[in-house]
């Protein structure tokens, strides 16, 4: 049973334009959560992360929105740059010290 | 201040072997997490150790096992290798866990298992 989803595998934007990276969670524990940027032959990297009493984190060109009631996070990338492309996973930490992945979303920024 | 490191980064092995991972960590981190990627499950999350002790472990069979020395660097042991063993693994460190920290992980090591 998967408690991260995201449902769109592969994302194709313009550099420039915005990227939009969605997550929806079934586990109502989940009180915080982070997104992951992952480059081919390298390990996961920490991006950005929220806490489930905000609604909204800003970190430069990326901003998390949570919606609760929805059970649903969105990751904004505005503008979006040819180094953006990556793989992007949403990973809320779930009981016991443990990250809970998502199947990531491959986005690719085409110049 | 180096990152996490992991040996080896590529391993061929055929069925049935068994096969031994390392991991170590950034200097002063105590938690080492495992997590196993592959295409068709994404990452999922192996075992986790926190000062030597195994703190939490995920679903996998007991084929899957690991340890922690006391200077923080982890192993992760699979023995009688399946072809569906086949996966990048990763290894994470953080100075308390997940919860409470940022995870900084590996470049991983890709076994495959003909």
């Known amino acids: 049973d998967q408690q991260v989803k995201q449902n769109s595998p592969s994302l194709s934007v313009q550099e420039g334009r915005i990227s939009i990276l969605n997550c929806d969670y079934t586990?109502?524990?989940?009180?915080?959560f982070l997104w992951y940027k992952k480059y081919p032959a390298e390990g996961p990297t920490f991006l950005i992360s929220?806490?489930?009493?905000?609604d909204k984190n800003e970190d430069g060109r990326f901003t998390v929105f949570l919606n609760k009631s929805a059970k649903h996070l969105s990751l904004h990338i505005v503008p979006s740059q040819p180094g953006d492309s990556a793989v992007y996973f949403c990973?809320?930490?779930?009981?016991?010290?443990?990250?809970?992945f998502g199947k990531g979303t491959k986005l690719t920024v085409n110049p | 201040k180096a990152g996490v490191t992991q040996t080896p980064r590529y391993l061929i092995k055929t069925r049935g072997q068994q096969v031994t991972l390392s991991c170590s960590p950034i200097?002063?981190?105590?938690?080492v997490s495992w997590y196993q990627q592959t295409p068709g499950q994404g990452l999922q999350f192996l075992f986790e150790?926190?000062?030597?002790?195994?703190?939490n472990k995920g679903n996998f069979p007991g084929r899957f096992s690991g340890r922690q020395f006391s200077n923080s660097r982890s192993e992760m042991n699979v023995s009688t290798l399946e072809l569906g063993d086949s996966a990048l693994y990763l290894c994470?460190?953080?100075?308390?866990?997940?919860?409470?920290?940022?995870?900084?992980f590996g470049p991983g090591t890709r076994l495959t298992v003909l």
């Open positions: 994470a460190s953080s100075l308390r866990g997940a919860r409470a920290d940022t995870q900084y």
């Open positions: 586990n109502s524990m989940f009180d915080y």
């Open positions: 929220i806490s489930s009493i905000k």
């Open positions: 990973a809320p930490p779930g009981g016991s010290e443990k990250l809970v």
């Open positions: 200097s002063g981190h105590r938690s």
């Open positions: 150790y926190f000062s030597e002790t195994q703190r």
